[in-house]
């Protein structure tokens, strides 16, 4: 990926953050003055999924100006990690996917050097079906919360209903990404509910929107699960329908029976998904925070997003 200058430096790594607890302060890295990161040719920018130095040090300069790491899955359980690894390589930002993992590695750090720059998605990789012929009435995938599906996987039999879910652990429902976005397309009731509930021996307190979510839009579901706060602060109102605890079974009857009820606020998730939480506002993002609040260059250019296998070629 080029952001306007930035070398090109994309590293695909695995998800593997925790949570920790007792945290002591760690020492500030050294202070060094950067010129111009945006348009140095020598700066380096990594995409990092987890820390793994073995597939970091070959991309490790030491001569380049700047240093930058965009951060997935800061989870509490590696704080001291990624703290270590910011002072071992010297890295002068970090943009972190979580808006509470960067104000706690802020406050460990006692620099702010962490950014929080939520994830985003290019929504044309994604499609929807018309209302009329979405086939999946209910879908929860990725992590499945075991107790909101206990108390709804009855009713939905009983309405005989199509839910799909994750049968065995860690197997997916899909087979791969194009039947992932096949089945989104289908789906009328999208379930996601964040880490910080579902897997908190990961997530820890860092309750953040994932990936899950933005797909779900982008596919034109009907959210249903609970919206971390960074999210409503950052669409500027709640775009999920909060699980009702008291009433679950008459909830998702309910849902589902007026379904088109729903569709306005379908439409207007999708509509501010499109206009400002796709990856190339998040890089203007990451571009305005580089800059110190200068306006950015007017020519564009091409960036090049590696993710796993698939690569998404955007315009700034």
Not at 288 to 308: D, V
Request: glycine fraction near 4%.
């Amino acid at each position: 990926m080029d952001l306007s200058g930035l070398s090109q430096l994309l590293l695909k790594f695995k998800r593997k953050l925790k949570k920790v607890a007792g945290m002591e302060r760690f020492p500030a890295t050294r202070s060094r003055h950067l010129k111009d990161p945006i348009n140095d040719p020598k700066s380096i920018f990594a995409i990092l999924m987890g820390l793994d130095k073995q597939k970091y040090l070959p991309h490790a300069d030491c001569t380049s100006h700047a240093r930058m790491v965009y951060l997935f899955d800061a989870w509490p359980k590696e704080y001291h990690r990624i703290i270590r690894f910011v002072n071992e390589f010297k890295i002068d930002h970090v943009f972190v996917s979580a808006s509470r993992s960067a104000d706690d590695l802020n406050d460990l750090l006692n620099r702010k050097m962490f950014h929080h720059v939520p994830e985003g998605i290019d929504p044309a990789a994604y499609k929807y079906a018309r209302y009329d012929k979405k086939n999946i009435d209910v879908l929860a995938f990725g992590r499945k919360y075991d107790q909101y599906h206990e108390r709804i996987l009855p009713a939905l039999q009983r309405l005989d209903r199509t839910y799909m879910f994750e049968v065995v652990k860690g197997h997916f429902i899909f087979p791969d990404r194009q039947g992932l976005i096949d089945g989104l397309a289908r789906t009328k009731i999208s379930v996601c509910v964040p880490g910080s509930i579902t897997h908190p021996e990961r997530s820890g307190h860092v309750e953040t929107m994932t990936m899950r979510y933005l797909q779900s839009m982008a596919s034109k579901c009907l959210i249903l699960g609970h919206a971390p706060t960074e999210m409503i602060t950052l669409f500027g109102y709640n775009p999920v329908i909060e699980i009702d605890w008291d009433n679950a079974e008459d909830q998702i009857e309910d849902l589902l029976k007026h379904y088109h009820a729903y569709i306005p606020l379908i439409e207007r998730n999708y509509r501010e998904l499109v206009s400002k939480h796709t990856w190339s506002h998040r890089f203007q993002q990451i571009k305005e925070i580089l800059s110190n609040g200068s306006q950015p260059k007017p020519e564009h250019s091409p960036m090049l997003f590696k993710h796993s296998e698939a690569q998404v070629s955007v315009t700034i």
